[in-house]
């Protein structure tokens, strides 16, 4: 009888097959792509994936996309706004540029959403609670990159896709520096270079002249955000350092943009916690929010308040101990207890 309850609960605990895995991420990546489907069909809806896309195909046909897309008052989306992204996010849209928008956004967020569902289930299935937080809900609606370059936190060889958004980048590569990920970094931005030399002062422009109120911000300078500080006490750990990053770059603090702090909860309970929390605070921002309001502002509190904080508990309530330390103590323990003799009927 006890080896039968030892049995079913390795089996329990054990990690999924790669069938399994696969599946999941097939699942999770229709349903993500439909979920941004129709929302990009929603009336008056205009997703953030528009405007790199839209730069990217004027780039292909021989246009400047940082001059063409300047920001003109009283013009339809996408040129209504500057051009805000580095032209490395034009790059990696190269291949869907020439598909219709309708189809290009759904496909790269359904194929970003699975492929971050397959490298996040390699040791249980129990992180896929971040597909029904507000973080991944709002990523959906507006068909971010987030999904993409939360992946790169498990595959370092995608590392170079930092480059795409480096405010979320950065600190993904905070939780797992590799030089294969920092050389990635630099071949994809020479890359981009190569093919466009003046970039960078198109970019840089295009942000000087970023006339949106609230449009970003930093976590750490926000009513409360102080405490997050406090998340240098756990700095030898993945979670600590990317917790830490992200609390001092600049970012939209709605929601999206915070996917990847669902790197910081280490259990099932802890990931359910986070997600609820993320919950709430869309329903009450929502509830909340009047007309005439900034939209993005009226989020400020709300995602510091039941994100940022609920993760740095989340964080400190974890042992100093790195987690490759972690891992190497709990496969030496393994190895000792196969090798010790066991009592007969044990």
């Not at 994809?188 to 006339?211: M, N, T, Y």
């Not at 259990?267 to 993320?278: E, G, M, N, P, V």
Request: aromatic share 12%; glycine share 6%.
């Amino acid at each position: 009888m006890q080896h039968a309850n030892t049995d079913s609960f390795a089996s329990a605990t054990a990690p999924p097959t790669r069938q399994a895995r696969i599946l999941t991420a097939i699942a999770i990546a229709v349903a993500s792509g439909l979920v941004a489907y129709f929302a990009g069909r929603r009336q008056g809806a205009v997703p953030d994936f528009l405007y790199p896309w839209t730069g990217a195909r004027l780039f292909l046909s021989g246009v400047d996309p940082y001059k063409a897309m300047g920001g003109h008052p009283g013009a339809a989306p996408p040129y209504d706004e500057a051009l805000f992204y580095p032209f490395t996010a034009l790059v990696a849209l190269f291949p869907i540029a020439k598909i219709r928008y309708e189809i290009a956004g759904p496909l790269f967020f359904g194929l970003s959403s699975g492929a971050l569902a397959y490298v996040i289930t390699h040791d249980g299935l129990w992180r896929v609670h971040v597909f029904m937080s507000a973080s991944f809900v709002a990523a959906a609606l507006l068909m971010q990159f987030s999904p993409l370059l939360m992946t790169a936190a498990f595959l370092p060889s995608l590392g170079f896709v930092a480059t795409i958004k480096p405010n979320v980048g950065l600190p993904v590569l905070a939780y797992r520096p590799s030089w294969r990920a920092v050389i990635g970094c630099a071949v994809f931005v020479a890359l981009s270079l190569a093919i466009f030399p003046r970039w960078p002062f198109g970019w840089l422009e295009s942000i000087r002249h970023d006339k949106r109120v609230g449009a970003h911000a930093i976590p750490l300078l926000q009513f409360g955000g102080f405490l997050l500080a406090l998340a240098a006490l756990r700095w030898r750990l993945r979670a600590g350092r990317l917790l830490l990053a992200m609390s001092v770059i600049p970012q939209q603090l709605f929601f999206y943009d915070q996917l990847p702090l669902w790197l910081v909860p280490r259990t099932r309970q802890q990931s359910i916690a986070l997600t609820a929390c993320s919950q709430l605070a869309f329903i009450v921002f929502y509830l909340l929010l009047k007309p005439g309001d900034l939209v993005v502002r009226s989020a400020y509190p709300l995602v510091v308040g039941l994100l940022y904080l609920p993760a740095l508990v989340i964080l400190l309530r974890q042992p100093h101990r790195p987690e490759d330390s972690t891992a190497d103590s709990s496969t030496a323990k393994a190895s000792v207890e196969t090798a010790r003799p066991r009592a007969w009927g044990s």
